[in-house]
């Protein structure tokens, strides 16, 4: 998987804050946060995780569907960045 160990570091650094928002979620739970807190914190540890999950995909497309190495046709890269665009949409 060359693209996750290219962005090894700002994988990493992106995994360690959805840890941080997680044990906010358990810090809240424990002390018996409003569920209106606990679900903002949920939310943005849900997007903080879909973001993560978005560009993993991306950079599975890019570097293992659409080959760098071979330049892809317009129509490859176009088709690639309509399926990249479409999975960012979903995981909003």
Do not use: C
């Not at 358990?26 to 973001?51: H, K, S, W, Y």
């Not at 999950?53 to 490859?76: C, K, L, Y």
């Amino acid at each position: 998987m060359a693209h996750t160990i290219r962005d090894k570091q700002k994988l990493l650094h992106r995994v360690r804050r959805i840890r941080g928002q997680l044990e906010a979620v358990e810090r809240a739970l424990d002390q018996e946060e409003e569920p209106f807190t606990v679900l903002q914190i949920l939310a943005a540890a849900r997007g903080a995780m879909n973001g993560l999950m978005a560009e993993v995909i991306e950079g599975h497309v890019r570097f293992h569907i659409v080959n760098p190495d071979e330049r892809p046709t317009s129509e490859q890269a176009r088709s690639a960045q309509q399926l990249i665009d479409v999975v960012r949409s979903y995981l909003k």
